[in-house]
């Protein structure tokens, strides 16, 4: 089982950055995706998911309106566009899977997200 977040960086507030996760290893459209992030000195925090046909998402409260997941279950990716970045968005960024009806998870190795002028 892998899954590769990219897309991290520096980014100046107010910026966009676009996070992807490549996964192999586990039937994808069978697991729900989603989002965490963990900032230097804090717990890792849920961000975003979305079920496994796409059809709702969710996020925290402290990125709805700029925070965008999606998935793709043939290209077995999913995604996060992040608008509008604070500050506060610096973490490091995880993707996580979700066994449908089972309690298998996997977790990716991260990516840094450094929002910063």
């Known amino acids: 089982v892998q899954l590769v977040e990219s897309g991290g960086g520096l980014v100046e507030p107010g910026g966009s950055l676009r996070l992807s996760c490549a996964t192999s290893?586990?039937?994808?459209?069978?697991?729900?995706m989603k989002w965490y992030r963990q900032a230097p000195g804090k717990e890792r925090e849920y961000v975003a998911g979305v079920t496994i046909d796409g059809g709702r998402k969710s996020y925290a409260d402290s990125v709805k309106g700029r925070f965008t997941i999606s998935r793709d279950n043939r290209r077995q990716t999913v995604s996060l566009q992040m608008n509008s970045l604070k500050l506060e968005d610096t973490a490091v960024y995880y993707c996580k899977a979700e066994g449908h009806g089972n309690n298998d998870e996997y977790w990716g190795q991260g990516t840094q997200v450094t929002v910063s002028s």
């Open positions: 290893g586990f039937t994808f459209r069978y697991y729900v």
